[in-house]
């Protein structure tokens, strides 16, 4: 079986689907790899790398896709009028794609994939599952954009983050708020903590509060009985009463106008990011302030908020909105995700019964980890999210 690693062509898109380290354990596995020429090179990774780990280089995307039988991408195919080049046209039918396809804000790709005859699957949609931690996109790309994001706070701040005693006086810690503690608001407590910041965080559900103070940072929240059964069975917060939502707002704008860096994570899947940080709450922020939107991609948890860029309110608050974090780290960004897709090969993997030199990646379609990333099949929309794009397609 042929796997094809093409080179990313979305704007802004710095990482690579395999690694060196991936190819060489691809190809252990009996399966043939063909790279693109510079694909990796946004992740500091050249053709002779790949070439001494066992893959061919193509010149093209074209001579990379041809014939292939799984096609490893990082962010979904361009489609005919999105770029100078037709992606989706030069892959196979009945070849596998595996890629973070969001799938949500791209609907009529989902249907193109049918339509192209191309089984696709959303590796963000990986199921949060014991046996699939170490195939969870989500998490190793959102463990560095919580990293990235402290480091790029850092660096739009005037000021230091640990605490500075000199003879020229006293430089006073850095106050950083994080707002939602998911893997990637975790790494930023860890991360702004071991450059000496005074950390605070902030989440809906109870059960995170023993792990901010874990990482050395104060829990924010308003602590009542209804706060404390804020969670179901299933580790999902619940909807907290219009009294209990005024107290908690009114506790973090407090909290805010202290903080020298707040950073916001939260994201709803298939939904608009909600706003966690006013206009309001920035204009009572001290002027050099810094605020990190690693939702801004899905409408911002911050009011003012814009896509790609570093915005400067009047009363000299920075927020920044820089897109798609993984790739401001590309190198390591690369090498995690190149590590959840060959997990994944491996463990769909089995032996050519023909030759037993050769391997062969195998689908079980009733498989939990299959079903739950499973966008098309055999021409056909299969996931249950897209049943309006399933009728989308049989009527054309």
């Known amino acids: 079986m042929k796997i094809a690693i093409p080179r990313e062509r979305r704007a802004g898109e710095n990482r690579v689907a395999a690694s060196p380290e991936t190819v060489k354990k691809i190809k252990g596995l ?4 063909v790279v693109e020429a510079g694909a990796g090179l946004g992740s500091n990774l050249p053709d002779r790398v790949y070439q001494d780990a066992g893959a061919e280089i193509a010149p093209d995307a074209a001579s990379a896709l041809a014939d292939a039988d799984i096609v490893l991408k990082v962010q979904r195919p361009l489609l005919a009028g999105e770029g100078d080049l037709d992606e989706l046209a030069l892959i196979k039918r009945g070849a596998l794609l595996f890629a973070i ?13 049918a339509a192209a005859g191309v089984n696709a699957f959303a590796m963000e949609f990986m199921p949060r599952i014991t046996r699939a931690q170490v195939m969870d996109v989500l998490s190793s790309q959102a463990n560095l954009a919580g990293y990235k994001a402290v480091v790029d706070a850092a660096s739009e701040y005037g000021r230091a983050y640990p605490m500075m005693m000199t003879a020229a006086g006293t430089v006073p810690p850095a106050r950083a708020f994080i707002m939602g503690v998911g893997v990637a608001g975790l790494q930023a407590i860890a ?6 910041a005074i950390v605070s965080a902030t989440d809906v559900r109870p059960a995170v509060k023993e792990q901010v103070q874990s990482l050395g940072g ?21 909807e907290m009463s219009d009294d209990y939502k005024r107290q908690q707002a009114a506790l973090v704008a407090e909290h805010i106008k202290k903080q020298d860096i707040v950073i916001t994570t939260a994201l709803i899947p298939g939904r608009k990011a909600p706003i966690l940080v006013t206009r309001e709450h920035v204009a009572s ?16 948890n911050v009011e003012g908020s814009e896509l790609g860029k570093v915005v400067t309110t009047e009363n000299g608050v920075k927020i920044v909105g820089h897109a798609n974090y993984p790739s401001r780290i590309a190198e390591s960004a690369s090498l995690l995700y190149a590590k959840n897709l060959l997990a994944l090969l491996q ?3 089995d032996k050519d019964p023909e030759d037993s030199k050769k391997g062969r990646v195998t689908l079980n379609w009733d498989d939990e980890i299959v079903k739950a990333i499973a966008l098309t099949r055999d021409g056909q929309v299969v996931h249950p999210a897209f049943a309006d794009t399933v009728r989308e397609v049989q009527t054309v």
């Open 30 to 33: 009996g399966l043939d790899v």
């Open 101 to 113: 396809l969001n799938p949500y804000n791209s609907r009529d790709h989902v249907a193109a994939y």
């Open 191 to 196: 991360t702004a903590k071991r450059l000496g």
């Open 218 to 238: 104060s829990f924010v929240a308003v602590e009542n009985e209804e706060f404390k059964q804020a969670e179901t069975a299933g580790g999902y917060a619940k």
């Open 285 to 300: 922020m001290k002027p050099g302030s810094v605020l990190i939107d690693l939702a801004v991609e899905q409408g911002g």
């Open 347 to 349: 463990s769909l993997h």
